[in-house]
């Protein structure tokens, strides 16, 4: 598209990032503008799980969080082996759902990411029916091969959108001094409603 | 750390006993609570190291008796947990290959190796790296009269790509242990030489392993030690400094001071300039992706074999995905992943050798770097 950037049209099959299974297909299209993220996605997806069930794994994951008796503080998931321990993989599922916001936000025609590693997670628990955690996420940049250290801030409650706020620094530089907090409310965008694990 | 076994005789022990865990902050085993203990009742509690020797004092100071029960805590935790690192070695007849291995463990595993199948193995060194240590590869080379074409392979060129010196390790263990019976590694081994490295990149696993698992470069210093490390996959004689790569230290591909600016680099190089008229196809192993890669990544010009790369790659990919299904990528890295330049595949390539490839292993991004110990043997199961 002269001058505004360029789209892309995409049909591809999704699987459930735990089980490998196939969970779905979907139709998209992806207009990077001009280099600048965010990429301005239109999406459709017929998911091969039943609504029904997606709200009961989706009701699973928040009991689990929500009934902890202390909040749950953790680091190095997985671990440097490639472990995750059981009682943690809720934890390094929300991670991945709240970082893939961050990693939509950052990416560019050139520039990709995955989520490499979850550095720490500190849970709050709140008085009210959501969950809330701290994360520091370690993403893998393609291609610069640079781990970019994110905080990030993500509230979630069943049957809502997750909302993530978040602050990214690179790792060789530290910490940018004062170049703009980037934080978003990720209400509605993602096509993934929730956490579908 | 040491866990102390205690009985306060006294009401005043017990007094004191409680005073001591409070101030010092010690951890309780038994009974829980300090408000819990009584006189001539099992106490044990764990001190932490520092404070060993002032807490023992104080229990001398008051004639409490008590007793080490656990000397180290730390090498009980250890020993049970047998998934993780154990401070025990590991022999071959006991290696764990669907384990990772320290480099230590690497460096004895190739002198056993060696010894155990002398017949096959020849362990040779290569060069020393940037915090001068040595590189060794294993030659395995059925004794024979005629001359036999070369099959290279190196792992382990990007530190925090841990599933690929374990792929090394596993390919090795594959063959020797199946030569013998497996016709097709017999017939392999009649008409080709192995040569393996399985860690190119030493420095730089070891310091993934101590100090930052996702470190990607080597070790050698910059700028007055300010900064460390070449991408040692861009220092490669090949179109060197020209695409997809930094000058600058701080990044993540930065390709050295110049071609071959690097010791681990200029080891192999040498190495196999000298050997490339008998060196049949060139193997180097990354994560992850699942790609075959084929040359180049510093131009979309192809090869001058093209076809045939593309061909044996296909086969390469169809017979990986029969095992569990999993889908490699065949392709120039130009093409399919992203520009390089300086990469060791396309300079084994631009040298006379006709079969180059980098592979990309497990996983497409979910684990990345840090792949679970559970997926190295179906990784190299289908890979092989």
């Known amino acids: 598209i002269l001058d505004s950037g360029r789209k892309y049209y995409l049909q591809f099959t999704t699987i459930d990032y735990k089980s490998g299974?196939?969970?779905?297909?979907?139709?998209?299209?992806?207009?990077?503008?001009k280099k600048k993220p965010p990429p301005v996605v239109n999406i459709k997806c017929t998911e091969t799980k039943d609504q029904k069930k997606i709200e009961e794994e989706d009701n699973r994951l928040y009991q689990k969080l929500r009934h902890q008796t202390k909040p749950i503080i953790a680091s190095n998931i997985p671990d440097i082996y490639g472990n995750i321990e059981p009682a943690l993989e809720p934890v390094w599922a929300l991670a991945v759902a709240g970082s893939s916001y961050i990693m939509w936000e950052k990416s560019t025609e050139n520039l990709g990411y995955s989520m490499a590693q979850v550095k720490s997670a500190r849970q709050w628990i709140r008085k009210d029916d959501f969950i809330e955690f701290d994360f520091t996420v370690l993403l893998h940049e393609i291609p610069t091969q640079e781990i970019i250290s994110c905080h990030m801030r993500l509230t979630w409650r069943p049957g809502h959108p997750l909302k993530v706020k978040y602050f990214c620094a690179s790792e060789n530089q530290g910490l940018e001094d004062g170049s703009g907090v980037e934080s978003g409310s990720a209400t509605g965008i993602l096509p993934e409603k929730g956490a579908k694990f | 750390d040491q866990v102390l076994h205690v009985v306060p005789d006294t009401y005043q022990q017990v007094q004191h006993l409680q005073h001591l865990c409070s101030t010092l902050l010690l951890d309780l085993w038994k009974p829980l609570l300090p408000e819990d203990i009584w006189a001539g009742e099992d106490v044990h509690v764990r001190v932490p190291a520092p404070l060993v020797q002032e807490a023992k004092d104080s229990l001398d100071q008051h004639m409490i008796s008590y007793k080490v029960l656990i000397p180290d805590v730390q090498e009980l935790v250890e020993q049970s947990m047998p998934n993780e690192r154990s401070s025990n070695r590991q022999i071959p007849e006991g290696y764990v290959y669907t384990q990772y291995h320290t480099m230590e463990e690497i460096y004895?595993?190739?002198?056993?190796?060696?010894?155990?199948?002398s017949e096959l193995v020849t362990r040779h060194y290569l060069g020393k790296t940037a915090e001068n240590r040595s590189m060794y590869y294993l030659q395995i080379s059925q004794p024979s009269d005629k001359t036999k074409k070369i099959i290279w392979m190196d792992c382990g060129i990007h530190a925090r790509e841990w599933i690929s010196p374990a792929f090394c390790q596993w390919f090795v263990k594959e063959i020797l242990q199946n030569y013998k019976s497996d016709p097709r590694i017999k017939r392999f081994l009649e008409n080709l030489d192995l040569y393996v490295l399985p860690v190119l990149n030493i420095d730089g696993y070891i310091y993934s392993w101590e100090k930052e698992r996702l470190w990607r470069k080597n070790r050698s210093p910059h700028m007055n030690g300010t900064c460390y490390g070449t991408d040692l996959n861009r220092n490669f004689n090949s179109s060197w400094g020209s695409v997809g790569v930094s000058?600058?230290?701080?990044?993540?591909?930065?390709?050295?001071?110049?071609?071959?600016?690097?010791?681990?680099?200029?080891?192999?190089?040498?190495?196999?300039?000298?050997?490339?008229?008998?060196?049949?196809?060139?193997?180097?192993?990354?994560?992850?992706?699942?790609?075959?890669?084929?040359?180049?990544?510093?131009?979309?010009?192809?090869?001058?074999?093209?076809?045939?790369?593309?061909?044996?790659?296909?086969?390469?990919?169809?017979?990986?995905?029969?095992?569990?299904?999993?889908?490699?990528?065949?392709g120039s890295t130009s093409l399919i992943l992203y520009s390089n330049s300086g990469s060791s595949r396309d300079w084994a390539h631009t040298i006379g050798i006709p079969f180059s490839y980098?592979?990309?292993?497990?996983?497409?991004?979910?684990?990345?770097?840090?792949?679970?110990?559970?997926?190295?043997?179906?990784?190299c199961e289908e890979t092989m």
């Not at chain 1, 299974?21 to 503008?33: F, K």
């Not at chain 2, 591909?253 to 060196?279: H, L, M, N, W, Y």
């Not at chain 2, 980098?358 to 990784?379: C, M, S, W, Y």
Request: with cysteine; charged share 20%; proline share 6%.
């Open chain 2, 247 to 330: 000058y600058n230290c701080s990044s993540e591909i930065f390709c050295g001071s110049g071609p071959e600016s690097e010791p681990e680099t200029r080891a192999v190089a040498q190495f196999i300039e000298r050997k490339k008229s008998d060196i049949l196809c060139y193997l180097t192993i990354h994560s992850y992706g699942q790609y075959i890669l084929t040359p180049y990544g510093s131009t979309t010009n192809p090869p001058s074999n093209s076809k045939e790369l593309m061909d044996v790659g296909e086969k390469a990919a169809a017979a990986l995905m029969e095992k569990y299904g999993t889908s490699y990528q065949v």
């Open chain 2, 358 to 379: 980098t592979f990309e292993l497990r996983d497409k991004g979910t684990h990345g770097f840090v792949l679970p110990p559970a997926q190295i043997q179906p990784t």
């Open chain 2, 108 to 117: 004895q595993w190739m002198t056993e190796i060696q010894k155990s199948n």
């Open chain 1, 21 to 33: 299974e196939n969970a779905g297909s979907c139709l998209a299209t992806v207009l990077y503008q």
